[in-house]
């Protein structure tokens, strides 16, 4: 079945200490989104990719890169966590139709200590 | 001034039963889409069903509706004869399209919990 998949699903990491966040799909969607969600609160954009163009939304903070070296696989790296990233991170695709949704992957939870 | 506004944190539904979940938007963009998704405590968004902005009649999936009243700007999801499996988050969404992408803006979420 086509999906998004995200590794890993659980994270722990020391404050400080650089994380990689992967995600891939076999939609072969155009667009790949990073939303950082933490607890009881909605999903917030980070940024996203229209093919190879990153586009970074404005209060994203700098701590926070990217990467998507093909259509298939997207990265967020998290360079210097800080407590206040401990969260839920969400990979989600979409095509450019209209009509469709985005299609979440399974999500990494962070937890920074 | 909020996309989307959810106002309801929580809500209680006794099994078998019918609840609304209510959603109002704001957009000026004449071609939009608006979307219902669930996530369970395991984290997953899962997707529901969806309205677009030219859509003459209300969406329908299973026992999931949606209410959708363009003049007041509101997309209320109505869940039939819920079950136990209901319980989750409950986001609201819209899809505006920007460019070259769709953009994605998300409610606080309603918590619905489903008493058997």
């Known amino acids: 079945d086509a999906m998004v998949i995200q590794n890993p699903r659980y994270q722990v990491t020391q404050f400080g200490k650089p994380v990689t966040l992967s995600c891939s799909q076999t939609?072969?969607?155009?667009?790949m989104y990073w939303y950082q969600q933490k607890s009881s609160q909605a999903p917030k954009l980070l940024f996203h990719?229209?093919?190879?163009?990153?586009?970074n939304e404005a209060d994203t903070p700098d701590n926070f890169q990217s990467r998507r070296p093909n259509t298939s696989f997207c990265f967020l790296d998290i360079r210097s966590p800080g407590l206040g990233d401990t969260a839920m991170y969400l990979c989600?695709?979409?095509?450019?139709?209209?009509?469709?949704?985005?299609?979440f992957g399974p999500g990494t939870r962070l937890t920074v200590l | 001034a909020q996309k989307i506004t959810q106002t309801q944190p929580g809500m209680f539904v006794q099994e078998k039963e019918a609840v609304t979940l209510d959603c109002t938007y704001d957009t000026s963009d004449p071609s939009y889409g608006l979307f219902w998704y669930k996530q369970p405590s395991s984290g997953e968004m899962i997707f529901l069903i969806y309205?677009?902005?030219?859509?003459?009649q209300n969406a329908t999936e299973g026992r999931y509706s949606l209410n959708f009243q363009k003049a007041r700007k509101s997309a209320n999801l109505v869940i039939s004869a819920s079950q136990l499996g209901d319980s989750a988050m409950y986001f609201c969404?819209?899809?505006?399209?920007?460019?070259?992408?769709?953009?994605?803006?998300f409610g606080s979420g309603t918590k619905l919990n489903v008493k058997p």
């Open positions: 969404a819209m899809r505006e399209t920007n460019y070259n992408f769709n953009k994605f803006y």
């Open positions: 939609l072969n969607h155009n667009v």
């Open positions: 989600a695709t979409s095509s450019l139709s209209r009509t469709d949704t985005q299609y």
């Open positions: 990719y229209y093919d190879k163009d990153f586009n």
């Open positions: 309205q677009g902005s030219y859509d003459q």
